[in-house]
């Protein structure tokens, strides 16, 4: 299982970016998503999740109202809708997946066995 995370970039504080995080050597069907961002310094921090089916997430409390993440089995892709950026937001930005069946969610980084390389998101005052 390969992860490759994509969309990063320097952004103003208030504007938007959105991130993916596709996925090949399976589909992911069975597979809980998650992202997760560390920023210079800092622990690496749970962001957001997203369950098997889809119909179940998770958000930091940093972040709620402001990302959204969704995943398309078709494409084999999730995304990370972020919207009203705030420079503490800058971080490099890592998607993980888990083969997690049954619409449950992991929200916790050592639950996760497949990691993608990260992507910086900037965003300046």
């Known amino acids: 299982v390969q992860l490759q995370a994509s969309g990063g970039g320097l952004v103003q504080a208030g504007g938007s970016l959105t991130l993916s995080c596709t996925v090949s050597?399976?589909?992911?069907?069975?597979?809980?998503i998650g992202w997760f961002r560390q920023a210079p310094g800092k622990q690496r921090e749970t962001v957001a999740c997203?369950?098997?089916?889809?119909?179940?997430?998770y958000y930091a409390d940093s972040v709620t109202g402001r990302l959204t993440i969704s995943k398309d089995n078709n494409k084999n892709t999730v995304n990370l809708q972020m919207k009203n950026l705030r420079p503490e937001d800058t971080a490099v930005y890592f998607c993980?997946?888990?083969?997690?069946?049954?619409?449950?969610?992991?929200?916790?980084?050592?639950?996760?066995?497949?990691w993608g390389q990260g992507t910086l998101v900037t965003v300046s005052s």
């Open positions: 993980a997946a888990e083969h997690y069946p049954g619409s449950g969610l992991l929200t916790e980084d050592y639950e996760y066995g497949y």
């Open positions: 050597g399976t589909t992911l069907d069975y597979y809980t």
């Open positions: 997203i369950s098997d089916s889809g119909g179940n997430t």
